[in-house]
């Protein structure tokens, strides 16, 4: 099962399926994904933070800890004072946020490791992280010189260890454009993803893209190694220029085909570039850069396929283009759209 933020923030707030629950602490418990369960820490400190503005009851920190070690295993002993309610005008400290988001922290009994701890030896520190919201994308340069642009909703993470003779490690959740510095050394470069999918290079230019359970790279430039981590049951796989890797999770099958690089990097230059594509992706793609619901509601939209380049600027101008050019009906549900014929 893929564990995204959706799932870590409804494992956080207590309304995950026990099948996903299960998910969330085995990836927890990776010492590979730290950093980037680090970033979602604090995403849901900035949400508790939000939250505390609202006119509603906000659970102490206590109890919110008391209830995340729980859903960990562990045993706690209850305060044997009853919590005095905290006023509502008060404005928590930061070190609350923090200390709430916290709480999810791992401490396997078995394993014995901490998040920056793993058989005895210390992680890569975080050098820093980058989020896009939703109709945003961003341009990051890290410090090593390499170049990367972010997508719509998406966030990166890197490691201080950029410059100091190691291999080069990121992590990407979402999509991002990545222009890698080649160094005299030839020290390694490696996108690391939740999908089990790290992408190694030297010197090149591709995308990387991790949502909703599928995970994919495009060469555009240069070379890439593509590992997984079940290596036992697929092979690494190197991407020439103009190649694509594509991988879902509830599938074992790797695809890799040559395809037209800028239907799938277009976005980097404020574009969205559709070759064929059919309707339902494109609903997926203008869901996953605007952040709406879209519905396909006649079906038989689903096989058609539209092609052009539009863009990427306000979601009602793309939609109006759509709905002349490809003969659709687009109408605003409360906080949804529907297209039909």
Known sequence: MPVDFEAY???????????????????????ANSLLAQHWMSRFAEMLDQEDALP???????????????QLGFEIEEPTAPELPEPESIVRPLWYRWAAAAAILVMIAGGGWLWQHQEGQASSAIGGYYATAYGETSTVYLPDGSEVKLNSHSTLRYANNLLDGKAREVWLDGEGYFSIKHLPDNRRFIVHTTAGLNVEVLGTKFTVFRR?????????????????ADSSKRKPV??????????????PKVVHKAVRVDTYAAWKDDKLVFDETPVAEVATRLS????V?????????????VTGTFPAGELNTILQVLEKSFKLTVERQQNQIVLSE
């Open 212 to 228: 909703r359970a599928q995970a994919r790279v495009v060469l555009l430039s240069g070379k890439v190694r593509v590992d997984f």
């Open 238 to 251: 190197i991407l020439k220029p103009g190649e694509l890797l594509e991988t879902r999770d509830a599938q």
């Open 293 to 305: 619901k879209i519905i396909v509601a006649t079906p038989a939209l689903n096989q058609r396929t």
């Open 9 to 31: 923030l409804r494992y956080s707030r207590g309304e995950s399926s026990p099948e996903e629950a299960r998910a969330v602490r085995q990836w927890l418990a990776q010492p």
């Open 56 to 70: 509603v009851a906000t659970p102490s920190i206590q109890r919110l800890e008391s209830r995340l070690f729980h």
């Open 288 to 291: 996953d850069t605007y952040g």
